[in-house]
């Protein structure tokens, strides 16, 4: 019997321990030290010892398959040497009436129908998303979210206003990574979007203590 990642779950190795992001039921967690040690055997393809597939179809990160595919940590994304969000630009109000619609949609998606749905909604945008890029059209979206955020503090509020933003830059056919990282000790979670090298939602360092675990 093989095995595979179970739909909707996404991990990053953070230094020596393994965490799972699990998009269906909105939660993150971390393997026991023996769970850890079963997963790297499974990423490498090496032989199991007994107990491995019971620890890890326990923990709710693979389900069995009859055909393999290939067990992998979330990739790295590249190092954030820049950021739009440290640009000064004035918004425009079409780009301020975006932003404030793009947030009201985001909080509603989040907060009434959970993440793996969010992540689908916007995965499905992403796909449809069309459009002459113009770099303008991005330093006057991150203008307009940082009004608001003198508004609404943006503290505890990443992924509703990265989810937010992504939305709002598939309406001007902007290509980016929507990412989320989490990091340990002490754990947190944290959700940005980014272009390249260049932040769009956060000052340029605040994403580099997390590792990347989902990216869209």
Request: aromatic content about 8%.
């Amino acid at each position: 019997m093989a095995y595979i990642l179970r739909s909707g779950v996404s991990y990053a190795w953070v230094g020596s321990v393994p965490v799972i992001l699990d998009l269906d039921h909105n939660r993150y967690f971390k393997l026991s030290p023996r769970g850890s040690a079963a997963l790297l055997r499974l990423e490498q393809g090496q032989m199991a010892i007994p107990g491995d597939a019971e620890i890890l179809l326990e923990s709710g990160l693979v389900c069995e398959r009859e055909c393999a595919s290939t067990i992998a940590p979330t990739e790295n994304m590249p190092v954030i040497t820049a950021s739009y969000f440290d640009e000064q630009r004035r918004p425009s109000l079409r780009h301020v009436m975006v932003a404030v619609v793009d947030q009201l949609w985001s909080f509603a998606v989040i907060r009434r129908a959970g993440l793996a749905v969010a992540v689908a909604k916007l995965q499905r945008r992403i796909q449809r998303s069309r459009g002459q890029e113009c770099p303008g059209n991005i330093s006057s979206l991150v203008g307009a979210y940082r009004l608001i955020d003198l508004l609404l503090s943006a503290e505890n509020r990443c992924l509703v206003r990265s989810f937010a933003l992504a939305r709002s830059l598939t309406r001007y056919g902007v290509p980016f990574s929507l990412v989320i990282g989490v990091r340990t000790g002490p754990f947190g979670a944290h959700c940005w979007v980014q272009k390249g090298e260049s932040s769009v939602s956060d000052h340029r360092d605040k994403a580099r203590e997390y590792v990347p675990v989902l990216i869209l």
